[in-house]
Structures are given as C-alpha cells and as structure tokens.
C-alpha cells in the first residue's frame, strides 16, 4: 500500500488494533474505529505509550462512519463487517465506500453460507443470510450475516473486485472438526 501512494489508513473495526498498530509504525495516518469503549481506550493507551501520534482512536458504529466523504485511501476490515444482517451489510457497504477516495482500496472479509454454523448449526435465523449465534462467549446473540459468490457480486457492484478468496478454517468440536469458511476480498474504488 506504500508502493501505491496511499497515506490515509482506516482500521474499520480494529478491535485491541493489531492493524492499526502496523500502519502507524510504518508512518500511515491511521484512524482506528470500532464500538467498544474498552478496547478504543486500550489502542489509544498503547498508541500514546509508543509515541504513535499519527494514530487516532474512535468509538463508533460502522453503521454511520464519522469520518468525511473519500478522505481514506485504503481501509480493512477484518472479521467485522459479517456482523450484522442483510439490512444493515448494504449500509455498512455503502459507508465503506463512501469514506473511500476515488482509486483507494479496500480488504475486508465476509462469513461465508458454506460454514458449519450457517448450515448446521441450528442457530436461529433472523432473514435469509443471517443467523444469531447462541453460544458461550463474546459472540453470543450477535447476528452474522453470511454470503456466497452471488451475494458478493451485488453487494459491490460499485467497485472492482481485485481479488476474492474463500478459504476455510477447521474448529475442533470434541472427535470432528467444524468447518468455518470466509471470503476474504480486496477491492478498488
Ligand atoms: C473479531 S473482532 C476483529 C478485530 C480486528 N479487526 C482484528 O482483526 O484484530 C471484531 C471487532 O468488530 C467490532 N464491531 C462489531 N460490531 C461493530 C460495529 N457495529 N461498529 C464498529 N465495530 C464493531 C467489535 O467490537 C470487535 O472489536
């Protein structure tokens, strides 16, 4: 991303801001987003702590991005846009593109309908892609949103798609193994 020009970082969901953290140390303006407080406050701790004055840390839901229209060049969002339904995936979709700048680029990742807990799991379906996940731990009641290569397509007909790949990852369930599979896609505006 540094070959291209870009400058302008956006870590859409960053979590404790692994992401984040790599841009800022190799000299990108970084502005880190994501909805709990704990861990935005922990990101602007660390940043602080390491002298990383290029990094900003936001709370916020992606569902409406505080940030100025095209004023990213290039933004991930890694394991965080799945987490809504098929309402809220083309607003956040929308949002993604909007705080783009015309050539920026995009990578992010997406559930994909092939994974255990979509066609097996027997979790309760809130429309036709998204499930609630009822289980021990931090996803528990959180909808998920999960998609195939048709759904990827109509989602981003206003970008272009540089790469897409659907990769799988296995989860030990006691004597199986369950699979859990996601798209994991770059894009251009
Ligand atoms: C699986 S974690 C990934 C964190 C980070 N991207 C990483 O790879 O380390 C998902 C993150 O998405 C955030 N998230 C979930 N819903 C969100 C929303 N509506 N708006 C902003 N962030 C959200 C969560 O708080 C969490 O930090």
Same mark, same amino acid.
């Given at each position: 991303?540094?070959?291209?020009?870009?400058?302008?970082?956006?870590?859409?969901?960053?979590?404790?801001?692994?992401?984040?953290?790599?841009?800022?140390? !190799?000299?990108?303006?970084?502005?880190?987003?994501?909805?709990?407080? @704990?861990?935005? %406050?922990?990101?602007? *701790?660390?940043? $602080?702590?390491?002298?990383?004055?290029?990094?900003?840390?936001?709370?916020?839901?992606?569902?409406?991005?505080?940030?100025?229209?095209?004023?990213?060049?290039?933004?991930?969002?890694?394991?965080?846009?799945?987490?809504?339904?098929?309402?809220?995936? !083309?607003?956040?979709?929308?949002?993604?593109?909007?705080?783009?700048? @015309?050539?920026? %680029?995009?990578?992010? *990742?997406?559930? $994909?309908?092939?994974?255990?807990?979509?066609?097996?799991?027997?979790?309760?379906?809130?429309?036709?892609?998204?499930?609630?996940?009822?289980?021990?731990?931090?996803?528990?009641?959180?909808?998920?949103?999960?998609?195939?290569?048709?759904?990827?397509?109509?989602?981003?007909?206003?970008?272009?798609?540089?790469?897409?790949?659907?990769?799988?990852?296995?989860?030990?369930?006691?004597?199986?193994?369950?699979?859990?599979?996601?798209?994991?896609?770059?894009?251009?505006?």
């Amino acid at each position: 991303m540094e070959g291209k020009g870009f400058t302008h970082f956006l870590d859409l969901g960053c979590g404790l801001g692994r992401h984040s953290l790599l841009f800022a140390r !190799h000299g990108f303006t970084v502005d880190s987003f994501d909805l709990s407080r @704990e861990a935005i %406050e922990g990101l602007a *701790t660390k940043a $602080s702590s390491l002298a990383l004055t290029n990094l900003t840390a936001r709370t916020g839901d992606m569902m409406k991005l505080p940030y100025a229209d095209r004023s990213m060049d290039c933004l991930l969002a890694y394991h965080v846009i799945s987490h809504t339904d098929s309402k809220g995936i !083309h607003t956040i979709v929308s949002e993604i593109n909007r705080v783009l700048k @015309e050539g920026g %680029e995009f990578f992010l *990742t997406l559930c $994909s309908k092939k994974s255990w807990s979509f066609t097996e799991a027997g979790y309760p379906k809130l429309d036709e892609h998204t499930i609630v996940k009822i289980e021990d731990g931090p996803e528990n009641g959180i909808p998920h949103f999960y998609c195939d290569e048709t759904t990827i397509t109509q989602l981003f007909t206003h970008a272009n798609l540089i790469s897409i790949r659907h990769i799988q990852d296995c989860m030990q369930n006691g004597t199986v193994l369950n699979n859990s599979w996601h798209y994991f896609i770059l894009g251009g505006k």
